[in-house]
């Protein structure tokens, strides 16, 4: 099957419909994720982008189920606002302060979910198999959406400690003080005197990402034994994948996280579990853009 083929459901007039609502969202790589699953496994729906602005982010939410809709993800720059505009809120997403799904009941309400924590965990179990955030430390670059997510589940994991280090640090205290637990806010400046006795090292800043300015961090006090992942997905091996990799430190890139947490979501709209195999990774990195999810 050609990967043009990959690109939309298969529709009827009975077809389940959902979407991506963000702004921009043209680059986002969920349509093309999920048209693959919709067409892998024979299934009579679409997954489309909705380019919302912030001010018609509530209209266009409320419209979902009102235009059949069986749900939506969400992306930048309205998660946060989603949280506030759901009429329920699962346990994780009310934790990390923010919504990527949202599920339509048969009665018309939004369930507001997040399954970015889960993708990061299943990204890292499925790369590294024994894998544990009970390990030792972690240290966590940004303080923005997915750093909250990445957070949560590793302290929810058994992570010891979560050293946060962001470029503005208000943000870094914030995301400490609303999440609660062993987090421990760290100086910019101090970002590679952190790393001594980590197991994990993430990176959630845009920095490395095509476009975007390079990530300064020497890695010498890294032990050699520590996990480094960069949740951006293009380039695929970032500078720093690529000086963790030279040192000898497992490396998991920021695909995964990607693929995985589209599962849930996939799941809860269409009635299938998914499975994130070869074949999808080399199709939705075909025309990864690194672009909003």
Excluded: C
């Amino acid at each position: 099957m050609s990967s043009k083929s990959f690109e939309s459901g298969m529709l009827s007039g009975r077809s389940r419909v959902a979407g991506i609502i963000g702004w921009p969202v043209a680059h986002s790589r969920s349509p093309r994720l999920h048209g693959f699953w919709l067409r892998r496994y024979g299934i009579d729906g679409t997954y489309v982008p909705l380019p919302v602005q912030a001010e018609k982010f509530g209209e266009a939410l409320r419209a979902l189920p009102l235009i059949g809709f069986v749900g939506a993800n969400v992306t930048v720059p309205h998660k946060e606002a989603a949280l506030a505009a759901v009429e329920r809120a699962s346990r994780e997403a009310r934790r990390i302060g923010a919504v990527n799904t949202i599920v339509v009941a048969v009665d018309g309400t939004l369930e507001g979910r997040n399954t970015d924590a889960f993708g990061f965990g299943e990204s890292l179990r499925t790369a590294l198999p024994g894998w544990s955030a009970a390990a030792g430390p972690a240290v966590l670059l940004g303080a923005g959406g997915a750093a909250r997510a990445v957070a949560v589940f590793l302290l929810e994991a058994g992570a010891p400690e979560v050293r946060v280090a962001n470029r503005t640090p208000e943000r870094a205290e914030r995301l400490a003080a609303d999440i609660g637990g062993a987090i421990r806010v760290v100086g910019w400046d101090d970002r590679a005197v952190a790393l001594a006795d980590a197991a994990l090292l993430v990176n959630t800043t845009t920095l490395g990402m095509v476009g975007q300015p390079p990530l300064d961090l020497p890695l010498d006090r890294l032990p050699p034994s520590a996990v480094v992942n960069d949740v951006v997905y293009a380039p695929l091996e970032t500078a720093l994948l690529a000086a963790a990799r030279r040192r000898g430190n497992p490396v998991v890139d920021g695909l995964g996280m990607l693929l995985h947490q589209a599962r849930p979501a996939f799941a809860a709209w269409f009635g299938v579990e998914p499975e994130v195999t070869p074949e999808l990774r080399r199709f939705v990195l075909e025309d990864a853009s690194g672009g909003p999810r």
